[in-house]
């Protein structure tokens, strides 16, 4: 029996709350760790430099795995991978809470990163089949897009209610119940789009995360001043890998990645720009939360609020951003964003204890969160406007795996640089980093037209139909 308007906007609804809340776990356990990293120090016995792993170890696998999850949802159906993906996390999650040892902790936030590889994948291309193309996809996509770039600040606030209230282990037992409502539910309520057929590409899967794990193993070394050989040898062999993986990408018929994407002459800086982006904000996110708790000794749940002028931020920002993209091009509103990030983090690592938490956080927070609510957006559309159908799935999936890449060898080679030379110094870098962003903003991503500028094409129009297959 057809169902009714009424029974089908209630089952697209209950539909679009199942993929939002998918996303908003895989990007919220990027970061819900950070406030309860002192406890989990203490009571799994890390040392400083090692407790960068946990967040590294579920971005690793996270960032290193996408494109190889993208690519298992077009053969296997993407309801089908969004449902084994959460099924792993979940499992993850529960044993990760149990954790007795910092090595069972690291390997279940590396399980985590896989499942997490497997479901994310498939959410955009799931909102395609359960909404018609129009106003109503378009506000879909701006709940996901909202939920995707606040999901990581609203995870340190997360962190610190749970560390606070319950213990830090419950930052991993709460996806639990909430992993079992959507395996139980999405079957029922969200459709399987048709699938596009393919072959995994296990090899060059394996050779970038080996690659990329090498090189966030090779930063941890240095920031423990372990063997100097040993340090050498990973980034040699992060080099070897991640060159071998382009040789085998070139000789695929269906790469995981197409090398024209990167050679692309507004997205290739586009890319380098997104892996810079999340390569600040989560180092800032590492060192802020450690500092309000070791440094003003804020409780677990305090620190977790002290970010929230930042959350909010984020949030309304990038609800804002997609109207101010089509009215004026991403390019501008990319630059406004790049600059206030730049001077919040230099803001930021001028911080100390005797000034307090409003005279020397609460003012760059604030600024931070204008200056992260408004790149990302205008940097999705850059990288995938016009992009070629057959390549929207690795473009997407790309897109994704830089800002998972970035966090996680941002966090390991910041926290090297605090290691030897301090905090102040680790974020001084950071604000570093963010005007090398800038200055490729500037100089290379000079679209031939106002991207996103027509009233009939709007940012999330294009975002959309870019993303989609």
């Known amino acids: 029996m057809p169902l009714t308007s009424h029974a089908q906007k209630r089952a697209s609804t209950i539909a679009l709350a199942i993929i939002v809340t998918c996303q908003l776990m895989v990007v919220l356990d990027a970061t819900v760790v950070n406030i309860a990293l ?5 009571s799994l016995h890390f040392s400083s430099a090692g407790l960068s792993w946990v ?43 149990m954790a007795t040892t910092s090595t069972m902790l690291l390997l279940t936030r590396a399980v985590q990163g896989v499942g997490a590889a497997l479901a994310a994948p498939s959410t955009l291309s799931l909102i395609s089949a359960t909404f018609e193309e129009g106003s109503a996809r378009n506000k879909a996509l701006g709940i996901f897009t909202a939920v995707s770039a606040g999901g990581g600040s609203l995870g340190l606030i997360l962190g610190g209610a749970l560390t606070s209230w319950v213990s830090w ?23 399987e789009p048709p699938r596009n057929g393919g072959r995994l590409d296990v090899a060059g899967a394996a050779l970038v995360t080996g690659g990329l794990g090498s090189l966030i193993y090779g930063f941890i070394r240095l920031a423990e001043h372990g063997s100097r050989s040993i ?9 070897v890998l991640l060159v071998s ?3 085998v990408e070139k000789r695929r018929t269906q790469p995981l990645l197409p090398m024209r994407l990167l050679t692309d002459r507004l997205r290739g800086p586009a890319y380098f720009t997104m892996m810079l982006v999340p390569a600040v ?15 003003l000794h804020f409780s677990a749940i305090e620190a977790g609020f002290a970010f929230l002028p930042m959350t909010g931020l984020i949030f309304a920002s990038s609800r804002i951003t997609p109207r101010l993209v089509s009215r004026f091009g991403a390019r501008p509103i990319l630059l406004f964003g790049l600059f206030t990030l730049g001077v919040a983090t230099l803001w930021i690592s001028k911080a100390t204890p005797s000034e307090g938490y409003l005279e020397s956080l609460f003012g760059p927070l604030v600024l931070f969160g204008i200056g992260a609510g408004s790149c990302f957006l205008p940097l999705s559309v850059t990288i995938l406007a016009g992009v070629p159908r057959a390549d929207a799935g690795a473009a ?6 830089m800002q998972q890449t970035g966090a996680a060898v941002g966090v390991a080679a910041l926290s090297s640089i605090a290691a030897a030379h301090g905090r102040s110094d680790a974020l001084l870098t950071g604000a570093g980093i963010i005007t090398v962003a800038l200055l490729v903003a500037y100089f290379a991503i000079r679209p031939t037209r106002n991207i996103a500028s027509s009233p009939e094409e709007t940012a999330e129009e294009m975002v959309a139909l870019a993303m989609v297959e």
């Not at 002192?38 to 203490?42: E, L």
């Not at 419950?170 to 969200?190: D, E, K, Q, S, T």
């Not at 904000?281 to 440094?295: A, H, R």
């Open 38 to 42: 002192v406890p989990i120090k203490h």
């Open 169 to 191: 282990r419950w930052v991993m037992f709460i996806n639990v119940p909430i992993g079992i409502a959507i395996i139980l539910l999405a079957p029922r309520f969200v459709p």
């Open 231 to 239: 340090t050498l040898s990973s980034f040699v062999l992060s080099v």
């Open 245 to 247: 993986f382009v040789h």
């Open 55 to 97: 967040i590294d170890a579920y971005s690793l696998t996270f960032g290193g795995l996408l494109l190889l999850g993208g690519r298992a949802g077009d053969v296997f159906g993407r309801r089908r991978m969004l449902v084994i993906g959460l099924t792993i996390f979940t499992a993850a999650s529960l044993l990760g809470g």
């Open 396 to 401: 997407s999936g790309m897109l994704q795996t």
């Open 281 to 295: 904000m989560y180092g800032v996110f590492f060192f802020i939360s450690q500092y309000l708790e070791s440094d």
